[in-house]
């Protein structure tokens, strides 16, 4: 019997474990991907937002002001590479210059520090390469960068060291019920009892809803499409750059990512598919036309990689956060689309708050711990420190991934970290092996061999991201008949 | 930090790295060391397991590891230091390299000459952005070829390659003969981007589709690729409507084009010549940095192996000659440009001094294939009134092959005489 089973270890799931595990419960995580942040936490454009886009007075700007707030104490408690760089809305036309007031009056209403009216020629001296028609931007300077996947992984990591459970490839089919009251899940794995079970499922909230008997709350996946850019891109983007938003959309931005490449995106586009993240034709010449409007220097050469997320685009506009009367025993969260990035420690806060008042019992415990800390990351130490570290342990003196200088000491700490990386994605997401300019043509054989020898498993089995994703099929010279 | 000096030191052991480091010693450096990340020496000859090497440089048909075994042996017995296992993480522009390895950690090399010799990479699917899905299946045909002849393991059951390079070729005969299926080789253009002999012995011979003038446009499948969709394309290399087919397939294989690999290069502070993505030398292979030598594909991409060890021996000697007496009387340079249906041309930079000591030797390809008689030509001025200054007849030109030009010691008093006007030279291909 658990005190309270959370559906889905996206961001959200992983920060609610993590803040329920300071208390004396019985957590378990689930969630039915082969990794923890295998949904939309791990393809979104990875801003903390300052939040003055939010509408005043809904849970979306409520939260995303005060999960904002949170970031330096999260991401130093676990040790998640944050930048709080600040971030640009960019008018290049004279009605940009109204939007931009807007958003500034918007944000101060929603109580945001730090937001400035930057004009044309200065906004040209912050940012050399940025188009000749811009006439102005708004500056919030507590917007920022963070690591998307470790903001996720590095929260559910410190919930399991504070002693929540974690199943993954579980995924949860419908509800155990005792009347109206929903008193635990049914899975691929079994049945698992609990007093309270917390729905953040991102895309599929409103599938499990309709599974609990609720209707009337519907998710559309909206598409949103991006390009990475090599490193040497960066060179031309200084900062955080938005165009001035759209009713449906933040629009095409150009971004440093906190690794130090460059990101382009995301397009949005309403579709009916929850699984469909394929790249299209017509979004990607959005993105790059999107772009080009910003930043007219950036060249589609500079072009290492294209992806897509899904937002969970709730019927009604606004995060749902809600335990139904006429469901005791469950609490939802649905519609989390963005700024849930920024919102999740504070969703998760809130969420503690709501099973408190509903009664469930909070007691301290005394060993929680609330930091966390990452494996090495060579390529960030200073040289006597990564002497020190090839000292102690000379597989980090073992370069694996050449464009981003990571180690085999690093892929092996990822292999037994505590979420341990089981298939190519995961460790890419842990170690950013591949994730360069050669997209793991170097790494990809040397990493094979070191994961299956850590795992205790055959190359055969590793896949890139579960399933039947195996990454190779045979051993040569053996021919099926 | 271990610290370590050296008269030369030549990163990469390929080669260009094995000829750079051996013709150094010969030509009066004491102490030369050779730094290879991997464990063994040769470089990607060691995966390249066809025949195909060495017929100029011994005379004989050898296979990639064979020819990479002579040169090691040459290498062994000029008494080189080696060091394996040690990947050169940074290098500045007065020859300080960083490397790291597990047995010795960080180590500091402060060498009197550098040979910069890390050869080239593989152009990614993301290069391409090709649009659909992302699953397992989708490999460079260089990493497939290292699964499969190093590591023992097939990528896949079922292949689509897409680009025609040598590489993706002759990976469509291997994967053959280990019982997969190549079910089609697409390029874009509408002819091949490698070596016609690669077309006949793995393309032909084993009744394998090609297609020209066609690209994927989709990659289809969950876990693992499914499908991809092929088009044709018209001449701007826009799909065109209605021509669109999806084959059933397990892998892509992308064998779209090598990239000299120049990050230590850009480090070092030495100019990049945007045509050729690798750093712009001189005709001793020189870069613009005193001091820092260049070999092998790092400043081009080469065909022929034979070729990269004929060019890297010049860049042994510079550095040898270096260590010995400090940078050459340079004299007047010249700047060589590319001219018409010419992609670049290497050097780029041409001292006479050394011209008149003896021939050099010029390198480029034609940008578009020319199947009849052309001259190759090195000129003087624009256009038709350009003064021709050598010319040599050829009987084909094709982007795969690379066209050579020796040019006379006496031609260096024929540039001195021109003065000026000279400072500026062309190569052109034309009909
Ligand atoms: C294009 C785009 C850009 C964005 N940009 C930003 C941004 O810049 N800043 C920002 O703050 N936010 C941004 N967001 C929003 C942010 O990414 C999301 O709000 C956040 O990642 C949501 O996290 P989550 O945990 O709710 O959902 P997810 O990460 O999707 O997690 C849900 C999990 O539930 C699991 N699951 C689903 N169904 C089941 C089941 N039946 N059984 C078991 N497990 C199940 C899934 O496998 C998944 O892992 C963006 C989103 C998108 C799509
Ligand atoms: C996958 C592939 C297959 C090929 N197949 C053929 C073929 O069949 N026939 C043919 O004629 N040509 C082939 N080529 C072209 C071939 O690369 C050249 O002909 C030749 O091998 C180039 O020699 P090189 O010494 O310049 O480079 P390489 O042989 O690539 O050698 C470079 C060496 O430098 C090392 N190195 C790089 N960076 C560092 C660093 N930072 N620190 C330490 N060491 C470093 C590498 O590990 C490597 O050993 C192929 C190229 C590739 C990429």
């Known amino acids: 019997m658990y005190d309270v089973i959370i559906i889905g270890a996206g961001v959200v799931g992983a920060h609610i474990a993590r803040a329920l595990s300071r208390y004396r419960l019985r957590i378990l995580l689930l969630d039915k991907a082969t ?49 709080r760089c600040g971030t640009y809305v960019v008018g290049v036309s004279e009605e940009d210059r109204a939007t931009l007031e807007d958003l500034y009056r918007r944000g101060r209403q929603n109580g945001i520090r730090g937001l400035s009216l930057v004009g044309g020629p200065e906004m040209r001296s912050r940012e050399p390469g940025i188009t000749e028609s811009v006439t102005g931007a708004l500056f919030a300077a507590t917007g920022g960068l963070v690591d998307p996947f ?69 998710i559309t996946p909206r598409k949103g499409e991006y390009f990475v850019l090599d490193r040497a891109a960066r060179a031309q983007v200084r900062n955080v750059l938005f165009p001035c938003p759209t009713p449906v959309s933040k629009g095409i931005l150009v971004t440093p990512t906190i690794h130090g490449n460059v ?66 025993g469950l609490l939802i969260l649905a519609g989390i689309e963005s700024p849930g990035l920024t919102a999740s420690p504070a969703i998760a806060l ?24 990452g494996i090495p ?20 003196g073992r370069i694996i991934c050449r464009c981003e200088t990571v180690t085999e000491g690093e892929v092996v700490a990822a292999c037994h970290g505590a979420i341990p990386a089981r298939t190519y994605d995961a460790l890419k997401r842990r170690t950013r092996v591949g994730t360069g300019r050669c997209q793991g043509g170097f790494d990809l054989p040397l990493v094979l061999e070191i994961m299956a020898r850590e795992l205790g498993l055959s190359p055969l089995e590793i896949t890139q991201k579960g399933g039947a994703s195996n990454i190779v099929v045979r051993r040569t010279k053996e021919v099926a008949e | 930090m271990r610290s370590l000096t050296c008269d030369v030191l030549v990163i990469g052991s390929g080669p260009a790295g094995l000829a750079a ?90 060498p009197r000459a550098l040979v910069l010799a890390m050869g080239c990479r593989e152009r990614p699917r993301g ?69 016609r002999r690669n077309l006949v012995q793995c393309i032909r011979d084993f009744d394998i589709p090609l297609h020209l003038c066609t690209t994927v446009t989709e990659v289809r499948g969950r876990d693992r690729v499914e499908s991809v969709i092929v088009s044709r394309v018209d001449e701007q290399w826009r799909p065109i409507a209605g021509t669109r087919q999806e084959i059933p397939c397990d892998t892509l ?16 502070g030495a100019t990049i010549d945007p045509a050729t993505g690798g750093p712009v030398v001189d005709e001793g292979h020189g870069t613009d940095v005193p001091g820092i030598f260049a070999a092998g594909n790092v400043v081009h991409v080469y065909d022929l192996v034979d070729d990269v060890s004929a060019a890297a021996r010049i860049a042994g000697r510079s550095a040898g000659r270096y260590v010995r007496q400090g940078a050459p009387e340079a004299g007047q340079r010249i700047r060589l440009r590319a001219g018409e249906n010419v992609r670049a041309v290497v050097p780029q930079i041409l001292g006479l001094a050394a011209l008149e000591e003896g021939p050099v030797v010029l390198q480029f390809r034609a940008r578009h294939p020319v199947e009849g008689p052309v001259r190759a030509e090195l000129v003087m001025g624009e256009g038709a009134g350009a003064r021709v200054l050598l010319s040599r007849r050829h009987r084909y030109v094709r982007p795969a092959e690379m066209v050579t030009m020796s040019l006379p010691p006496a031609l260096a008093a024929e540039l001195a005489a021109a003065g000026d006007s000279a400072r500026d030279l062309a190569v052109r291909i034309i009909e």
């Open chain 2, 127 to 195: 290069a391409l952005a090709i649009p659909g899905s992302r699953p397992a299946g989708v490999f460079t045909a260089g990493t497939a070829q290292r699964l499969v002849n190093i590591e023992g393991y097939m990528p896949g059951e079922r292949y689509v390659i897409l680009g025609s390079g040598d590489i993706g070729m002759i990976m469509a005969r291997r994967l053959t003969l280990e019982g997969a299926q190549v079910v089609a080789v697409c390029e874009i253009l509408p002819y091949i981007s490698g070596l």
């Open chain 2, 253 to 268: 294989l992308l064998s779209v084009g090598l990239v000299p690999e120049n990050e230590l290069t850009r480090m070092a």
């Open chain 1, 35 to 83: 990794d923890v942040g295998d949904g939309t936490t791990k393809a979104n454009t990875a801003i903390v937002h300052a939040g003055y886009d939010a509408k005043p007075g809904s849970n979306k700007a409520r939260l995303n002001v005060a999960g904002n707030a949170l970031f330096e104490q999260v991401c130093g408690e676990l040790d998640v590479e944050f930048d």
């Open chain 1, 350 to 373: 809130e969420v503690v708050e709501m099973l408190r008042e509903a009664g469930l019992e909070l007691q301290e415990r005394a060993e929680y711990v609330p930091l966390r800390r």
């Open chain 1, 377 to 396: 990351r060579f390529s960030q130490l200073s040289p006597a420190e990564q002497e020190a570290l090839i000292a102690r342990d000379p597989r980090y």
């Open chain 2, 21 to 110: 480091a051996y013709e150094a010693k010969k030509h009066g450096a004491e102490d030369v060391l050779l730094l290879e990340r991997n464990d063994e020496l040769g470089g990607i000859l060691q995966q390249c397991i066809h025949t195909g090497f060495g017929v100029r440089e011994f005379g004989e048909d050898l296979s990639g590891p064979e020819y990479a075994w002579r040169w090691i042996a040459r290498a062994r017995s000029a008494d080189l230091r080696v060091l394996s296992e040690t990947m050169v993480l940074g290098v500045d522009h007065s020859r300080r390299v960083v490397a790291s390895s597990r047995a010795l950690g960080l180590v500091e090399i402060l």
């Open chain 1, 263 to 328: 990101m382009l995106g995301p397009t949005a586009t309403d579709i009916d598919d929850k699984e469909n993240l394929s790249t299209t034709p017509e979004g990607l010449n959005e993105v790059l036309t999107g772009a080009l409007k910003l930043i007219p220097g950036l060249e589609s050469r500079q072009i290492i990689r294209s992806f897509t997320g899904l937002r969970a685009s709730g019927s009604t506009g606004d995060f749902m956060i809600d335990a139904p009367k006429e469901r005791p």
């Open chain 1, 150 to 218: 470790a903001l996720c992984y590095a929260a559910a990591e410190n919930a399991v060291g504070n002693g929540a459970e974690l199943l993954l490839e579980t995924e949860v089919q419908g509800f155990l019920r005792e009347d109206d009251a929903v008193v635990g899940v049914r899975t691929n794995r079994g049945e698992f009892r609990s007093r309270w079970t917390v729905i953040s499922a991102g895309v599929h909230a409103d599938d499990l809803m309709r599974a609990a008997g609720l209707d009337g709350f519907t």
